[in-house]
């Protein structure tokens, strides 16, 4: 009699338990959205903007699936936990991920600035080459104006470069190189047909 | 001997206290709405990466709003009594969450796809534009304004090519627009400019067709130079015989009007003198008889006018001459071409050569579908 009255007591015990340890993990999920929050610090947004997506979808599936449990009577949360631990772990790996794009990025950006700076070079020499007579003539003037549209965007290439928006800079230069090209080859067909070497 | 009472009682105890928790146990509880916030999640997912924010950002925006209430109040919910929850909220939230974010997802791929096809062709037309710029007015001496309207809107078009073949289509959009507007306002202002300047065109045919009948008459030489083509030609019994490209003053629209204005006069001229060897800086020169008595009557007449100030002094010493060949217009309003031109023009030229300088040959509407 006296063990049936131990089992009931066991099993009412076991209930409390079962139903009572699943509290919500409030500290990893604080540590989670600590370490997205520093993920975004380093711009993860702009660099690896799928990256940072990913580890933002995550983290709204973990917060669901607890808010799932909480809805249980069973709420054992250490499968959430894991989860959290496992996005913790992709926003620390996100933000270290765009440390070495930001590097990339910034390589990329000097390259093609060091390149634009050449083709403005060479092409503020070659305009110096183009006929001219007592007065210039029109197509010079066109290409002069030109110049001065291609020196304007890499300024403003270079200040975002400055400033350290290495991505914004980076599209920037990149349109900028387009029309330094460009340019470039309008003054060399310029050259050509009239007859001049460069 | 029966059992105690106090045995009975806690046997029942117990047994309604198995009761109870076998009814917790099996109780339904109300279903969290787990697949709902799933399938918004997804939704919005989707919409992302079909770049809702920027082609659909108002249903994006709710979509992601009513996501955020949906979980808010499913965390509210759940702070009550387990057996008096009530989805039906985060329900209707979540719904609405994935309804809008389809939305945004339809209209964004809808917009991208209806913005590409809009784009191509404005980025066509407008290329178009830039082409026909360049073919009419690229020696046409504009004003440094224009000039520089013209180079913004090329490299603005640059920019908007850029943008399109990136994907960013709503960058590409607003960037060629602003290209347009430039684009066309050069346009627009370099035609009309061509077209006044084209009023003068009945003159110039009856000045054409009256030389090519003085070289059919005389079965002589006569040359007619067209400005707007930079073309030199070089008639023998009024049939053409050869043509050559011609270089200009740098302002070349419009008659001569004053020494040092830089353009090349118009009108019917003749040849007066042959220089080669020292007597000319430029291997070899026709001078012509300008300015002739028209020429006088009409600089008069603007002095007296104030339309040119008193002054002013008329233009001379101008000719058909060497040194030719740079591409481009630079004489103070003389005619250069090549200097084996010249070689060629002066076996056939003689002093007494009709010379008749005009803005076009062509009238405008074959000048401009050429």
Known sequence: MK???????????????LSGCGKKPQVEIDATNAAIEATKAAEANVYLPADFAAVQDSMNAVMAAIEAKEGKLFKGMAAEKEKLTAVTALANQVAANVAAKKEEVKKEAETLLNDIKTVVAENAKLVLKLPR????????EQIKADLGNVDAAVADAQGAFDKGAFMDALNKIKAAKEKADGLNAEIKEALTKARIRF | MGKPWW????????????????????????????????????????????????????????????????????RRVNEDF??????????????????????????????????????????KDLNNLLSLINRIFQAYPLTTDVRNKISTGKMLLMDAQLAYRDGHFLESEKKMTESKTLLESSYEFADSHMRSYFRSYPQWRIWIDST??????????????????????????????????????????????RRGDKATPEGMYKVIKMLDGDSTNYYKALMIDYPNEEDTIKFRAAIESGSLSPSARIGDMIEIHGNGGRGVDWTAGCIALKDREMDSIFKYVRVGTPVTIVGSVDNLRRVLNR
């Open chain 2, 212 to 257: 090519l009948a003085i070289s059919r008459q005389n079965n002589d030489y006569s040359i007619i130079v067209d400005k707007f083509s930079h073309k030199f030609f070089l008639y023998l019994n009024g049939e053409k015989i050869t043509e050559f490209t011609a270089e200009l003053g740098k302002n070349w629209v419009g008659d001569k009007r």
């Open chain 1, 133 to 140: 007579g007592k007065e210039g003539a029109a197509v010079i």
């Open chain 1, 3 to 17: 063990s049936r009255i131990l089992m009931g007591m066991a099993v009412i015990a076991m209930v409390a338990v």
């Open chain 2, 7 to 74: 045995h009975i009682l806690i046997i029942s105890a117990i047994a309604l206290l198995l009761t109870l928790m076998v009814l917790i146990i099996f109780y339904p509880v109300p279903a969290p709405p787990s697949e709902e916030m799933k399938d918004a999640r997804e939704a919005i997912s989707l919409a992302r990466k079909n770049m809702s924010e920027t082609y659909a950002p108002d249903p994006y925006m709710k979509a992601i709003s009513s996501y955020d209430s949906a979980m808010a109040e499913w």
């Open chain 2, 82 to 123: 387990i057996y008096r929850r009530n989805y039906s909220k985060v329900y209707a939230l979540a719904s609405l969450s994935e309804k809008k974010a389809i939305e945004a997802s339809a209209i964004s791929l809808n917009s991208t796809s209806s913005l590409q096809v809009l784009l191509d062709k404005e980025l």
